[in-house]
């Protein structure tokens, strides 16, 4: 199997979520991706297959790297990180849920925590500070270079 991030593009991607109007996202201000939302936002799903190499190994999707046990160092957080940012419209995607609060609906009526959930809103902070920043750097290089002339 290629290990590669690029191997991974193009065999599954959020089918509703390119191009989703901010109109897409639930009235509540809560993204119930599991059940009730899971026909718009199943990316945000363990199972939903976007395939990400993390440490050297290539998994078909969240679930997939859970099942096998995390290895090493790897955490939650990183193999988020992977499945996201390996993707690029996983990333406009997440960035998409705005501030809606993004829930495993799969949890309801249990003790568990909204550990997924949270790492996801987690991520999609990370993300949008990313953003800002490279934004702001391209803004001041124009600005440098505007000074040089044409």
């Keep these: 199997m290629d290990p590669s991030p690029g191997a ?3 065999r599954s991607q959020p089918r509703k979520v390119f191009g989703m109007a901010r109109s897409a996202l639930p009235p509540d201000g809560r993204i119930l991706f599991t059940h009730r939302d899971h026909e718009t936002f199943a990316f945000l799903c363990e199972a939903f297959e976007s395939a990400f190499v993390l440490d050297g190994t290539r998994w078909d999707s969240l679930a997939h790297w859970r099942a096998a046990g995390r290895h090493g160092a790897s955490t939650l957080r990183d193999a988020l990180r992977a499945k996201f940012t390996q993707q690029r419209g996983l990333v406009e995607a ?3 849920t705005g501030d ?3 829930v495993d609906d799969s949890l309801e ?3 568990a ?3 997924l959930g949270v790492a996801l809103m987690r991520l999609r902070a990370e993300l949008a ?3 800002e920043t490279k934004s702001s750097l391209l803004d001041e290089l124009m600005g440098v270079l505007a000074q040089w002339g044409p």
């Design 94 to 96: 997440l960035r998409a």
């Design 109 to 111: 009526g249990t003790h």
């Design 129 to 131: 500070e990313v953003a």
């Design 8 to 10: 991974a593009l193009g």
């Design 100 to 102: 809606a609060q993004l």
């Design 113 to 115: 925590a909204n550990a």
